[in-house]
């Protein structure tokens, strides 16, 4: 009897307690909470706002896809070229300020692209990627020793940087003007040591040329150099591929001064801003009719929003993006 009794006091307790849940006012509060919309949380706003939503929802419209490293039949070696994705959440935080969409304020992840130009077999490059806004001088140097001075004033005043090609033999003779080059903050490039015509040198004679030349460099300036300009724009393919074995790349120009038929400042500067487009590599020598031409030249750069910039800068896969203040 003592365990029958035992067990009727315990349903009795646990129908007591199961009814007082059910009656308690508290309860109903509790499951009516239950039923209530969450908050969506998203690390920088409690919930998705208008604006939120209406950058997420235009993102697609302004996003660019990454383009490939490739070889063109015509221009060579084509550099890829980042894509562009927005980033929704630093836009919303540009934006949220005023509350107001700004397709001028998105802020974008560069994305990248599969294929990499040094992934591609050794050709020469004429140009930077045609999508790129940019500029790039490429001055060869084994003489004009007398304008050198101005041009680097020049660039200086613009804060520009140049690509120099120098020739071995001029670097070795000229030790304190390649420094100058150097310490100007310039990319320096391998120009051959003698300006032989690289087309119809032997291999060997070739590969010498080429490596002399950067020793030379290193020992004066202090750089390593990526960049091989043939002189006379003079090659053959082996010629790329014995630079390219040395480490160098071969580059050479869209846009020609032709500075060295002593042209009037006028006529060069009507050559090259005729022929001017994105991503070009314009090739000159310290001449006194480039001299005379340079601060122009580089003022209807900028007017036309090209950013001069060196040949291994033009290169890069990295868009230029106008930064948000």
């Known amino acids: ?143 004009g020793n007398e304008y050198l001075q101005d041009m680097l004033a020049v660039l200086k005043k613009h804060q520009v940087k140049a690509t120099f090609f120098l020739e071995g033999r001029w670097t070795k003779n000229n030790p304190e003007l390649a420094k100058m080059i150097a310490e100007g903050g310039h990319e320096i490039g391998n120009h051959s040591y003698s300006h032989p015509n690289m087309e119809r040198i032997s291999s060997q004679a070739s590969k010498d040329e080429i490596l002399k030349t950067t020793e030379v460099i290193k020992a004066v300036t202090g750089r390593d150099v990526t960049w091989f300009a043939p002189p006379s724009g003079s090659f053959r393919e082996e010629t790329v591929k014995i630079a390219d074995s040395l480490g160098l790349n071969t580059v050479l120009w869209s846009v020609d001064t032709i500075d060295w038929q002593k042209p009037s400042p006028e006529l060069l500067q009507k050559r090259v801003l005729s022929k001017i487009h994105p991503g070009a590599f314009v090739l000159m020598h310290p001449t006194e009719s480039t001299a005379n031409s340079l601060d122009q030249l580089i003022t209807e750069f900028k007017k036309q929003n090209f950013h001069v910039v060196t040949v291994t800068e033009a290169v890069d896969e990295k868009r230029i993006v106008h930064t948000h203040e």
């Open 1 to 143: 009897m003592g365990n029958k009794w035992k067990r009727l006091v315990a349903i009795c307790m646990i129908a007591g307690i199961s009814w007082l849940l059910v009656q308690n006012p508290y309860t109903d509060q509790y499951v009516a909470g239950l039923t209530k919309p969450s908050v969506v949380v998203t690390g920088t706003v409690k919930e998705k706002d208008s604006l939120y939503l209406e950058i997420e929802q235009s993102a697609s419209k302004y996003e660019v896809a990454p383009q490939d490293a490739r070889i063109d039949r015509v221009w060579k070696l084509v550099p890829g070229l980042n894509g562009l994705q927005v980033n929704v959440k630093d836009s919303y935080k540009l934006m949220k300020k005023n509350g107001v969409f700004d397709k001028k304020k998105l802020i974008f992840n560069q994305i990248p692209p599969a294929v990499h130009m040094n992934e591609l077999e050794p050709v020469p490059i004429y140009r930077a990627h045609p999508e790129k806004p940019t500029v790039s001088l490429l001055i060869n140097v084994a003489w």
